[in-house]
């Protein structure tokens, strides 16, 4: 038991770093054993966890599969409390399913409000290494565990940003149907949070783009033009997906004004030529809505361009002729 946990420790430390690929085989293995020995180990965190994974590394349709299993897991036992619920509703969010499972999580937890702990958990966690450097191991893990749980608000309040801004961003995105009021209401409580965290910048400035949409939709297009800017003011010198999407904000917003949206769709598509190569769906959803809002600026050209690059970007080459075959494969 000791031996498999301590595997579990190494598979959340490959996550946290990053290195996806290593994880995954990490968690795979732990399933395989959580399976065999189930008094050893507990199999859902770990399809979690890999669901979490899969979704990261491009494979949502793997990512949707282990949601589903976790989801039909958790609800028998009716938990919607807690680090586990938030960890399903977080990986359930990131694959856009399970979205009624996500708001009860959402619904059964208040807003948290997060103090800034990150000296006192960094103050634990040398003492441990020191500790355990002097052979004082027992004094080690008791330090680090209070390291874990001093850190623990700071990290349920994260993921509830998280969540609130996913089911905000997907539910103000939806066609009809949309509960506006509560998609802003998520969406301001995480822009509240993120804001008070330390080194959550790029979060924070998601969230106000969110929000800039959310406002958007609801009509309210001075405030949806301040949240955009005060995104972009966040991510002065930054490059990638986060202030393209806010420059796209400012288009859809320039449209509705019958205003000249080129600037902002100019500046959009270079952040976007600047984001690394590889699956990534934020950057096919980007480059999907710069093909949307091209067409309504009336540049086909400019439409089909970005509807292959959104393509490229889920892992599609394809060298089409028309705007209208490349939307129709990419939707």
């Known amino acids: 038991m000791l031996a498999a946990h301590a595997q579990l420790g190494l598979a959340r430390a490959l996550e946290a770093q ?46 949707r599969d282990l949601g589903a299993q976790a989801l039909s897991q958790v609800e028998p036992l009716g938990i919607d409390h807690g680090e586990l619920a938030m960890e399903l509703a977080d990986a359930l969010a990131e694959t856009e399913t399970g979205l009624p499972y996500v708001e009860r ?48 608000p700071e990290r349920l309040a994260f993921r509830f940003a998280r969540i609130a801004m996913n089911w905000a961003r997907i539910s103000s995105a939806a066609a009809e149907d949309t509960d506006l009021d509560r998609a802003n209401e998520y969406a301001a409580s995480a822009t509240q949070i993120l804001a008070e965290l330390p080194g959550r910048v790029a979060e924070h400035a998601r969230s ?19 949240f955009a800017v005060r995104a972009l003011d966040l991510l002065t010198g930054t490059r990638g997906t986060v202030p393209a999407t806010a420059h796209l904000v400012l288009a859809e917003i320039a449209l509705a004004r019958s205003q000249d949206a080129g600037p902002a769709l100019r500046t959009a598509q270079e952040l976007l030529e600047g984001t690394a190569t590889g699956i990534d769906r934020e950057t096919a959803r980007a480059w999907r809505q710069l093909g949307d809002l091209w067409g309504q600026a009336g540049s086909g050209e400019e439409q089909a361009r970005a509807y292959r690059r959104a393509l490229e970007a889920v892992g599609i080459r394809a060298n089409m002729p028309g705007s209208t075959a490349s939307a129709a494969l990419v939707r």
């Open 208 to 226: 106000l783009i969110v929000l800039s949409h959310v406002r958007f939709r609801s009509g309210d297009v001075e405030a949806a033009t301040d």
């Open 18 to 63: 990053g290195l996806t690929g290593s994880a995954v085989e990490a968690y795979e293995r732990l399933r395989r054993e959580a399976t065999a020995h189930p008094e050893r180990l507990a199999d859902l965190p770990i399809t979690v966890a890999l669901c979490r994974c899969y979704q990261r590394a491009g494979d949502t349709l793997r990512a």
């Open 105 to 152: 999580v959402l619904a059964a937890h208040d807003t948290p409000e997060c103090a800034d702990r990150s000296g006192e958990v960094m103050a634990l966690w040398k003492a441990s290494v020191t500790a355990s450097e002097g052979e004082d191991s027992a004094l080690a893990v008791q330090l680090a565990e209070d390291a874990i749980a001093t850190g623990r």
